[in-house]
């Protein structure tokens, strides 16, 4: 199967920048999702990456880098509001046609003042 | 734009009966729609892919006849939990992509199932 890496939990005060990592496996790959999921809800998108290099998209930016198979979410200007769990997911295309997510676990963002 | 709903929202049953999640996109036709469980603290695991007018593709170790897929048309699937017990219990999510370049999944908000 392919293996989604990144790190259960973080921890960041409030006004600050934090960057949450994951890797992926790049075989069949075909582009990077992150989700910001609250507790009970279901994952909301965040953005799309399938070109290296970084997306930006007001408070939150995402990079990615094929060859290495690595993804980051950046998040600046932190809000409370953003203590949440982040899902990096990986696209893989299917050999019957279409594409499949497969899910990080998740990394839990906690944001203190 | 992009909304999926899902229905019920939350469901308590009784052990040994079945139970129907409904999942809609309201504002897209969705060519495939997905069913994914996740357990307290976990990722998001994926349970069967379903196209529009097709049999549903199921994962390795999900039951087919216990976890009865239907998508009868391009906004609508259903997911029937059959003779549910409480190890069913689960936070169970539909999403929905209308086939786009991205194929972006867009999540429905999630049916809480308790099974006493």
Sequence with gaps: GQNIDQPTEMTATEGAIVQINCTYQTSGFNGLFWYQQHAGEAPTFLSYNVLDGLEEKGRFSSFLSRSKGYSYLLLKELQMKDSASYLCAASYILTGGGNKLTFGTGTQLKVEL | ?116
Aim: glycine residues 6%; neutral net charge; charged residues 15%.
């Design chain 2, 1 to 116: 734009g992009a909304v999926v709903s899902q229905h019920p929202s939350r469901v308590i049953c009784k052990s040994g009966t079945s139970v129907k999640i409904e999942c809609r996109s309201l504002d897209f036709q969705a060519t495939t729609m997905f069913w994914y469980r996740q357990f307290p603290k976990q990722s998001l695991m994926l349970m069967a892919t379903s196209n529009e007018g097709s049999k549903a593709t199921y994962e390795q170790g999900v039951e087919k006849d216990k976890f009865l897929i239907n998508h009868a048309s391009l906004t609508l699937s259903t997911l029937t939990v059959t003779s549910a017990h409480p190890e069913d219990s689960s936070f169970y999510i539909c999403s929905a992509t209308s086939g786009g370049a991205a194929d972006t999944q867009y999540f429905g908000p999630g049916t809480r199932l308790t099974v006493l």
